[in-house]
Nanobody, 115 residues
Framework: QVQLVESGGGLVQPGGSLRLSCAAS????????MGWYRQAPGKQRELVAR???????NYADSVKGRFAISRDNAKNTVYLQMNSLKPEDTAVYYC?????????WGKGTLVTVSS
């Protein structure tokens, strides 16, 4: 059974940094794509960043130049380094993987950017 466990969320002041991690367990074959989505109160879930097995990466325009996604295939883990955080980055961040033609989601980790 595939499970995703996120960590690294919390409260940070504007301009600060956080690093999110998501470890996948129950995975035997290589993961096609790994990514992060977020959902702010009253808004739809949106893509933040995604990285595919070949190394291709895409980011939401709102986070380009501030966030960086990376993955460690040996550990089946994806990371999201978030810098220069803004109050509008406040949301629940969800890890997502595309594995053997199925999508899997983590339970989410809350990121709050506030002074």
């Amino acid at each position: 059974q595939v499970q995703l466990v996120e960590s690294g969320g919390g409260l940070v002041q504007p301009g600060g940094s956080l690093r999110l991690s998501c470890a996948a367990s129950g995975v035997i074959f290589s993961i096609n794509a790994m990514g992060w989505y977020r959902q702010a109160p009253g808004k739809q879930r949106e893509l933040v960043a995604r990285i595919i097995s070949g190394g291709g990466i895409n980011y939401a325009d709102s986070v380009k130049g501030r966030f960086a996604i990376s993955r460690d295939n040996a550990k089946n883990t994806v990371y999201l380094q978030m810098n220069s955080l803004k109050p509008e980055d406040t949301a629940v961040y969800y890890c997502n993987i595309d594995y053997r033609a199925r999508n899997y989601w983590g339970k989410g980790t809350l990121v709050t950017v506030s002074s």
